[in-house]
């Protein structure tokens, strides 16, 4: 509640008048310098106000005397990198595949731009490094590769995806659900057995000759005949011990139940061809190329 002001005992200096519960208020007011630096940033936010971006109008908002866009500003950047890149990137575009490959200065460009490519695209689902996640996405760091790892079959892959429905040449093959009445369960759990030997994994004491046949008959014209795949065709090899959906004896004979499939979209016409290319080369370059 107000009182009167009147001279602190203990600082000597005036009480501001005002009392809570007992407690006086000093009257102790900010330093001038900070008074004079709060006045000026008072007088400097009105002149930013004038000159640049600042007050939101609905769905616009004022433009300032200036003109100035952090947008045009960020256009007139990447305008400028696209300038001092462009022979590097007429380069990639008119160049082969073997071509860039071959020529150490564009294929370090395309390294470095495929890189910067593939964190933006392909990184959430194949990880940072390529190392591939749970789920079905596939390593990319490695030497297995369903569709193939040349550089012709890597760009056909990125380029037009994987069972995208919507672009005519995507890569598209089916695995069979087996458990909707193809085989009968005892024959799955054989053929199961048999797919684990081929990677030196059987359980001790199977049986092997039942699902051999059946591996003959229903699996051996994608996986091919010693099951070491055949990426033409995007069948898996079964002999490398590498699995996209786990390689337990039950998710194998999951897989062969009821498959997964996975699915990746095209980045052609996404992404500009060059770096359609670019992606490529860095993907190809990430340790398991063929």
């Known amino acids: 509640m107000p009182t009167k002001i009147e001279k602190d005992r203990l600082t000597g200096k005036d009480t501001t008048g005002h009392e809570w519960d007992g407690i006086k208020e000093l009257n102790t007011p900010l330093p001038k310098w900070w008074l004079y630096v709060f006045y000026a940033c008072i007088v400097w936010s009105i002149g930013y106000m004038v000159l640049y971006p600042a007050i939101p109008l609905g769905t616009t908002y004022t433009k300032g005397l200036l003109g100035w866009s952090s ?119 054989q053929v199961t057995d048999y797919v684990l030997s081929l990677s030196g994994r059987a359980p001790e004491g199977a049986d092997l000759e039942p699902g051999a046949e059946i591996y003959a008959i229903q699996c051996s014209a994608c996986h091919g005949e010693q099951g070491e795949g055949i990426t033409d065709l995007g069948g898996p090899n079964l002999s490398d011990a590498i699995w996209l959906y786990g390689g337990e004896r039950d998710e194998v004979l999951a897989q062969i139940v009821n498959p997964q499939h996975g699915v990746m979209p095209p980045f052609g016409g996404r992404l500009e061809s060059e770096t359609v290319k670019m992606l490529a080369i860095y993907v190809h370059s990430l340790g398991g190329g063929q």
């Not at 071959?102 to 490519?117: C, P, V």
């Not at 959430?124 to 789920?135: I, L, R």
């Open 71 to 189: 947008r045009d500003q960020v256009r007139d950047q990447i305008a400028d990198a696209r300038e001092r890149q462009g022979e590097f990137l007429v380069g990639v575009q008119e160049a082969s595949l073997e071509e860039i490959r071959a020529d150490s200065t564009l294929f370090t460009f395309a390294q470095r731009g495929g890189a910067i490519a593939f964190a933006d695209n392909c990184a959430a689902c194949h990880g940072a490094a390529g190392q591939g996640n749970d789920g079905g996405f596939p390593v990319l760091a490695d030497d297995a590769w369903i569709w193939g790892g040349s550089l012709d079959a890597i760009h056909q892959t990125i380029a037009h995806g994987v069972r995208w429905e919507e672009n005519p040449e995507t890569r598209f093959n089916m695995m069979p659900a087996y458990g909707d009445g193809l085989l009968a369960p005892e024959e799955i759990e």
